[in-house]
């Protein structure tokens, strides 16, 4: 039996965006990857409070940053966990 | 037969106590109301009130002050000074009414509180006569907003937050039953008159009082000032009480003096912070919140621990730091979800207000000046729908605030931080290091579920914002809108503050 269930379950995290002023409430998926994880994240913060920008995003999960075709349940992120999105600087 | 002079009986009276025959001490004052620990029962005998009041004396000053504060009322209300007031400072006013109306109420019951279990007779009689206080200052709250309910549903609201779940009031709802009702009277004496009133009203009611009298609202300069004439008097009973814990628990003194200061700040910062840099007129702006801070808060409170032999609080850096950070972050906050509180905030971003607030605070327009670049383009746009919110922001375990607390690294960039803490297999968050330790300190009396943890547990249904605004009490005719409509950011206000920098 696989440790990481193939079915998309919601898991609430505590995202910061890069630049932003707070920390906010976002659901993502199981399934999703880091990169589906910065969309989502971004998708409150972007071109709302941060100005966008022709950059790659990146997922800083425990200070680390995490692979983007990674899922959330590989990376292990639990419900309530802290996760940072950030663009990557050239 | 003449009356005696005070002085002739009063020093006897204020000793007077029973004595019991029919009932255990312990029974009459519980170790866990009355919360003398290690201070010696014999040693409250020493406890005296440094302004001395008999009921006749007070009856007698507080009926001037009442015909005082509703004669002028009375005045106001015949004019049409109130319908000029601008809308920015209005919402000065209604966030005060919400904050604070019935907070005194539950004051009131906490000066009971200590006048039941105080260990000392003249400590309880001093707590009757505050508790008469806060029953007047909850009356007149509520008697000077309702003036304006038939004009502003807004001003509903003053009796109404307490009886809502809106995150502000969980957050100060939080605040004040940790101080107030889940302690026992010594900590409460040392939370509530000796801290929160004697080191912080001074801000709300003095400071804030000027600001008033320079926007034009002599009516609520006037009910704040009435107000703090009381405060100043009852505030005195965290004094002696303070003096015996040092004297005998110093460690015990410091934790709770230390606590209750950092957690009534950061109210204040969110209470008082955004009504002075930002919701008051720029031209009657006489003080920054930080140089109000700096005059009334540090340097009295400095001095008042000296006084008593305590020392600089563990967090008093983190403190400094917050006073250039925490308002202006709770401000966006505030402004950007504005649909979830019962006032207008103004943004307060104006090209001139932006000038004025870096000035006052030199980091303002490297932390906050891209955000508010990026909110007044979209503004000038037409795209308001990306002004507001999609979702909720992650609050602190303990004050209950946003998680937007700005510091600054090693490395020099400033960035929000968040302080977590893993505890019997669940993650608690904290908007500081401070709130954190708090928070692990006095957990048993101090914790409180935050809005989204409801959320998350499924007591708000349906789980989105809008079912959020509605758990939060919040119908569409008093959420909360930009004061004055976003004309600062369509009048080429914003961005142009710093060199350098514009709109793109």
Known sequence: MSLVSSEPRAIPINALFGGDFVTLLVVVL???????????????????????????????YRDELVPSDRTVAQAGIAPLQFVLVDYVDD | MGLMKREEWQGLA??????????????VFPEWQCGTGKIPREAWAGWHEAYKMTYAEYVATQSEKEASAYSVKAAIQRSTIA?????????????????TALAEYAAALAELRMARFGLSPRWRNMAVLGCLDEIRHTQMALYFAHEFVAKDAQFDWAQRAYHTNDWAIVAARGLFDGLMFSSNVVDLALGLPLTFESGFTNLQFVALSADALA?????????????????????????????????????????????????????FAILSGPSMDYYTPLAHRRHSYKEFMQEWIMTQYMRMLKEYGL????????????????????????????????????AGVSRAERIWLQSKYPAWEELYGPIWDVI?????????????????????NLCQLPICTMSKSANGKWSVKDFSLD??????????????????????????????ERLLAGEIQPADLGGALAWMGITPDVAGDDAYGYRWAKSGGGAAAAPGRGVR
């Open chain 2, 83 to 99: 319908d000029s007031l601008d809308e920015g400072w209005k919402s000065s006013a209604k966030l005060h009414y919400g904050a």
């Open chain 1, 30 to 60: 199981s399934t999703d990857t880091m990169a589906d994880v910065g969309r989502k994240v971004a998708a409150n913060v972007v071109g709302k409070r941060v100005a966008p920008r022709r950059a790659d995003m990146a997922v800083y």
């Open chain 2, 311 to 346: 020392k600089k609080p563990w967090y008093w850096d983190e403190f400094i730091e917050g006073l250039d950070v925490w308002h202006h972050g709770l401000h966006l906050g505030v402004w950007f979800w504005r649909p979830t509180v019962w006032w207008k905030p103004q």
């Open chain 2, 423 to 452: 505890h019997n297999d669940y993650t608690y968050h904290f908007c500081s290091r401070v709130c954190r330790q708090i928070w692990w300190e006095d957990r048993d009396s101090m914790h409180l579920e935050t809005v989204v």
């Open chain 2, 215 to 267: 926007a034009g609202d002599v009516n609520f300069a006037n009910l704040i000032s009435s107000i703090q004439t009381d405060e100043a008097r009852h505030a005195q009973q965290g004094g002696p009480t303070l003096e015996l814990l040092v004297k005998h628990d110093p460690i015990r003194a410091q934790w709770v003096v230390d606590k209750s200061f950092w957690l009534s700040a950061r109210l």
């Open chain 2, 376 to 396: 007044t383009d979209n503004l000038r746009r037409g795209k308001e729908e990306d002004t507001l919110p999609a979702t909720l922001p992650w609050l602190c």
């Open chain 2, 14 to 27: 204020g000793d007077v106590e029973w004595t019991l025959r029919y009932v255990d001490d312990e029974a």
